[in-house]
């Protein structure tokens, strides 16, 4: 009975010892395939957000048009927006039109165009219809780069005080 009562505690401690071993290859498998995740190349990770000298997100080409939606605040409704082109060059011409309905007269738009290295503001003129549900129009020549930073604040001035649109294009 001794004989077995020796045997059964080897058994039991060679399992012991076998679990054990397990878990530590176990633990080393997963530390090693953790530590070459978290040493990946850079194109294999996720892309780290562009800077001016690395190359955009491609943009849609040509004149490009949306649905503003979103109600109205401050007697101002803007419907709908173009923008031709929406991914211009340097030096290239541009032109923003923004259709507004306001309750009472609409009396200035602007759009502040930002981008890479600047924020310039311009006026958009009435250019179809009435003050108060009208088309405003806007052109300018393209001074700087759009590699990070795109987009376009619309304020639209009336009576109640107005209201602002921010387009968002990159």
């Known amino acids: 009975m001794e004989n077995n009562t020796q045997l059964s505690f080897v058994i039991k401690l060679l399992i012991g010892l076998a679990v054990v071993v397990g878990l530590i290859l176990l633990s080393l498998l997963v530390y090693k395939n953790y530590k070459k995740s978290s040493t990946a190349p850079l194109a294999d990770q996720a892309p780290a957000k562009s800077d001016s000298s690395t190359t955009p997100i491609p943009l849609p080409k040509g004149k490009q048009s949306f649905t ?15 923008v031709d082109p929406y991914d211009p060059s340097l030096n290239q011409k541009q032109a923003l039109s923004i259709k507004i309905i306001s309750d009472t007269p609409v009396s200035g738009v602007t759009a502040t165009l930002e981008t890479d290295t600047k924020k310039t503001a311009y006026p958009l003129a009435l250019s179809d219809g009435t003050d108060k549900d009208g088309l405003w129009q806007g052109s300018w020549t393209v001074e700087d780069t759009h590699n990070v930073t795109y987009s376009a604040v619309l304020k639209a001035t009336n009576a109640e005080g107005g209201d602002s649109l921010t387009l968002t294009f990159r």
Not at 68 to 82: A, C, D, L, P, S
């Open 68 to 82: 503003v939606n979103g109600g109205k605040r401050n007697g101002i409704e803007w419907k709908i927006t173009t």
